[in-house]
């Protein structure tokens, strides 16, 4: 069935170093979202990704969705402890031609900031 | 606005017994879905409302659940009797519409032990 498949599963890094993390559809989706789960919290929207090859930022985060419309990145640009958390991504099911919000994600990566 | 909110936040259960789960949506948001994430996988899409009805309930696991959404507000999601492979965090989500440009808004979710 539809997979999306996201590494790595954990990243420990010192404060101020950069973060990536990787999503990858088996399928090709027709957008991609974001979520940032804090500790205790829920996952909440970051970004939604739409056009192949898109590229947004978001302050110190930037985001990219691949040519092939199957898998896409998130990075975070010196890290601070306030980016600690789960970091999601997240597609449509394709049955529904990506205009649903029922959504497959990711198992997560999730981020250790050390001060 | 106030965000989505479920209760209870946490509950604790013996194998057998029955839990029902409170989930109100953002006043407005005609779609209304449940998810769940067992401890250390994805989170995975359960069931998505369009008001009071089901649009897609092809992620429920088994017909130990029910859920509801009488009126078209809140909605219950009930786990009847409960298992061990039950306990995980149940997350309820609403967006305005779907499709794009319509982020999930998440709620706190319940954490559900079967013991």
């Known amino acids: 069935g539809q997979q999306v498949m996201q590494i790595p599963q954990y990243q420990h890094v010192q404060e101020g170093e950069d973060f990536t993390t990787y999503c990858n559809s088996s399928t090709t989706l027709s957008n991609i979202q974001w979520y940032k789960q804090r500790p205790g919290g829920h996952p909440v929207f970051l970004i939604q990704l739409v056009k192949s090859g898109e590229v947004k930022k978001q302050k110190r985060l930037t985001f990219q969705f691949g040519e092939a419309k199957k898998n896409s990145s998130l990075h975070i640009t010196a890290t601070q402890t306030t980016d600690v958390g789960t970091y999601f991504c997240a597609g449509p099911l394709s049955l529904y031609g990506g205009s649903q919000g029922n959504l497959i994600f990711g198992k997560g990566t999730k981020l250790s900031v050390k001060p | 606005e106030a965000g989505v909110t479920q209760f209870p936040s946490h509950s604790v259960i013996e194998k057998g017994q029955t839990v029902t789960l409170r989930c109100d949506p953002i006043?407005?948001?005609?779609?209304l879905y449940w998810y769940r994430r067992v401890m250390g996988k994805e989170i995975k899409f359960l069931l998505h409302?369009?008001?009071?009805?089901?649009?897609?309930e092809s992620g429920m696991p088994n017909n130990r659940f029910l859920a509801e959404r009488t009126g078209g507000t809140y909605s219950t999601l009930k786990v009847q009797p409960a298992e061990l492979e039950d306990s995980g965090v149940y997350f309820c989500?609403?967006?305005?519409?779907?499709?794009?440009?319509?982020?999930?808004?998440f709620g706190n979710g319940t954490r559900l032990t079967v013991t």
């Open positions: 409302f369009v008001k009071e009805s089901k649009q897609d």
């Open positions: 006043s407005g948001h005609d779609n």
């Open positions: 989500a609403s967006s305005f519409r779907t499709g794009y440009n319509s982020p999930l808004h």
